[in-house]
């Protein structure tokens, strides 16, 4: 059982996606940054190619993305992303083997399927590919039976739908409304396509909300045989998201009503068979993501958790971040300085941060922390956050022994908290993130 101690949870932490975060990111890093780091990449390197357009617009949603309501601004999107990859491709060393592809967004299905197979041809063409695992997140309201072919044709096994919420009032309440036979149909698509992974994106603390409105998406997901279910804290952020201004605020959960929906999540995906991964993920136990957190190797980045390992990820498309040991790079979010930047022949890196020594050493700690609620701590280190950690530890919800930090199974929702220690940004950062749960 998950005691609910508030105090601990009244501080927004990151989501720790990397290591600094995207709060750190400054703009002394530019093009030069990313092409000295592309030509000292080796070994196996992962693929990300953002598409920030979808159909229709969610009022929760804090993803870079667009309305795709002009075939023109598309066209010269895509014409613009296909100048990013043979750029990056030309520099990246052949030594170098890509072993995964992930497709995100927005959505990947707001271009045409002819648009996206031509995307995917051009990066076999111009990439080092070695057999990759091809995902792709999908919008059920815009797939259509043409993606099956598509799919087929890529390879693609893992795919992810966001569902966000089975109940009718709750999707009309965000600006998402899908019906289940909707959510059927597009199952039926992305198997016969070939997907063997299966994601559901699910959210809890939306308006109107309660705990059985949660437990029936829950079972839902389960009954269409969701290999993966990823449950979100809804963030509210309307301060920076101005399309949140939409949802009413006042119907939304309170605190520890929502840290209530995330316990009857764990406890309900627990007794449908799903294995626990980091503190926001589920999987079934033959799914290659349980199979990492079983073994011990289970990583996260800007996907989120991932049984993903390859040290570098290129990041392709507007806002899209390129990660390497040493640094992180993010291209220009605005759309439109993303294409005249590429037309100029110019990589369009805009933000980012040269990760030092210290900062890979934390990023280890951080992330050992929320993937494997555990990791050793020099006694430097420990010193620095024993202050810190002093509340979670008198709680029992983490403890330390021979010099090895252990998050315990009642702490997952404090796991954010808990890292956040090790990260010596917080005290400083102007940034407001989402609530720890």
């Known amino acids: ?99 995964r592809i992930a497709f995100g967004g927005g959505s990947p299905n707001a271009i045409t399927p002819d648009q996206f197979l031509r995307l995917f041809d051009d990066l076999a063409a111009r990439f080092p590919l070695e057999e990759p695992v091809v995902s792709i997140e999908l919008d059920p309201r815009s797939l259509t039976a043409e993606w099956t072919n598509v799919l087929a044709n890529i390879g693609a096994s893992h795919a992810s739908m966001g569902v966000q919420t089975f109940a009718p009032k709750l999707q009309a309440a965000i600006g998402r409304v899908q019906p289940t036979e909707m959510i059927e149909r597009g199952v039926d698509i992305l198997r016969k396509g070939g997907v063997t992974s299966l994601n559901f994106d699910l959210m809890y603390g939306l308006p109107g909300q309660d705990q059985d409105d949660v437990s029936r998406s829950l079972d839902l997901a389960a009954q269409f045989g969701a290999d993966r279910i990823a449950l979100f804290g809804y963030a509210h952020v309307p301060h920076m998201i101005a399309r949140q201004r939409r949802i009413d605020d006042s119907a939304l959960p309170g605190a520890e009503e929502r840290f209530a929906m995330a316990w009857l999540g764990y406890q309900q995906l627990q007794g449908e068979g799903y294995v626990p991964v980091g503190f926001d993920h589920f999987a079934l136990p033959g799914d290659p993501l349980a199979q990492a957190a079983e073994a011990g190797t289970l990583r996260r980045n800007f996907q989120g958790f991932t049984e993903d390992t390859a040290p570098v990820l290129l990041g392709l498309g507007a806002s899209a971040i390129s990660g390497f040991p040493g640094l992180l790079a993010q291209n220009d979010k605005n759309s439109g300085r993303y294409r005249m930047l590429l037309s100029q022949g110019h990589l369009p890196v805009a933000l980012g941060r040269r990760r030092t020594a210290e900062d890979q050493r934390r990023g280890k700690v951080v992330e050992q922390l929320l993937c494997n609620r555990r990791t050793r701590i020099d006694a430097a280190l420990m010193m620095e956050a024993q202050a810190r950690l002093s509340p979670y530890i008198e709680r029992g919800l983490c403890e330390i022994s021979g010099g090895i930090l252990t998050i315990s199974d009642a702490a997952l929702p404090y796991a954010r908290s808990i890292a956040a220690a090790f990260d010596p940004y917080r005290p400083d950062s102007p940034r407001i993130f989402s609530s720890a749960i």
């Open 1 to 99: 059982m998950w005691t609910y101690y508030p105090e601990l949870l009244a501080r927004p932490v990151p989501r720790y996606t990397s290591f600094p975060t995207a709060a750190e990111f400054g703009t002394d890093v530019g093009e030069a940054d990313l092409l000295h780091a592309l030509e000292d990449a080796t070994g196996h390197v992962s693929l990300y190619v953002h598409i920030p357009f979808c159909e229709k617009i969610c009022w929760y949603c804090g993803c870079n993305t667009a309305a795709a309501n002009r075939a023109s601004r598309l066209a010269s999107y895509m014409d613009a992303l296909h100048s990013e990859i043979a750029l990056m491709a030309e520099r990246l060393p052949r030594s170098a083997k890509v072993r």
